[in-house]
């Protein structure tokens, strides 16, 4: 069945740094893939989103690019800030049903 | 965006007994919302997908008699966590499909979350 992968945590940066947490996925035809982000104590909330391949999503200045032919949609920012210490889901769309890879804590120092 | 909201945010409850956590969509018609359940530092596990005026749709390995799924109305789904062990305790978020997404694109809006925990 369809499956999204990321890349394990947790990863620690410094404030400015760059930022890159790899997700690939499985699945037959082409769904639309996501980066959801959770917040300390807080639900998820839509981060960017790409619905078909070659297509960037962007938003707060973290960006992803739908990668068909290497089923791939990792997420970059030039330079992360404290707030952004969170955890990051990358998912995809199955049928309406969103299927989450398993989460990457990211924690920013000052 | 579209707003989707639970409740209760939290609640501890005592083994042995029921819990209902509400999910609304404030601003849209959800004729499809879904529950997910998440442990400490893991993934969201899809519990089921409720549709309004029919049963709900369960995942493979979850108790349909255990968390009962109600979606009487176009705006609330409700999870009730029957008999509640300690190792319900989790953290259940529901989600549904604004008016423009949804199943054409898939993007959900999601609650804040209700965090059980069972003593």
């Known amino acids: 069945g369809d499956s999204v992968t990321q890349m394990e945590g947790p990863v620690t940066l410094s404030e400015e740094a760059f930022l890159t947490i790899n997700c690939t996925y499985t699945a037959t035809g082409y769904p639309s893939l996501f980066w959801y982000v959770q917040y300390p104590g807080e639900g998820l909330q839509l981060l960017l989103k790409a619905t078909k391949a070659d297509d960037k999503g962007s938003n707060k200045g973290f960006e992803a690019t739908y990668r068909k032919e290497t089923t791939s949609f990792h997420l970059e920012k030039g330079s992360v800030q404290v707030s952004d210490s969170a955890v990051y889901f990358c998912a995809l769309n199955q049928g309406g049903k969103l299927i989450f890879g398993q989460g990457t804590e990211l924690s920013v120092k000052p | 965006g579209a707003v989707v909201s639970q409740h209760p945010s939290w609640v501890i409850c005592k083994s042995g007994t029921s819990v209902k956590i509400e999910c609304r969509s404030l601003?849209?018609?959800?004729?499809?919302m879904f529950w997910y359940r998440q442990f400490p530092k893991q993934s969201l596990m899809l519990m089921a997908t409720?549709?309004?005026?029919?049963?709900?749709?369960?995942e493979q390995g979850v108790e349909k008699d255990k968390f009962l799924i109600n979606h009487a109305s176009l705006t609330l789904s409700t999870l009730t966590v029957t008999s509640a062990h300690p190792e319900d305790s989790s953290f259940y978020i529901c989600s549904a499909g604004g008016p423009t997404s949804g199943g054409r694109t898939g993007e959900l809006f999601f609650g804040e979350g209700s965090r059980l925990t069972v003593l």
């Open positions: 409720s549709n309004e005026g029919s049963k709900a749709t369960y």
């Open positions: 601003d849209f018609q959800a004729t499809t």
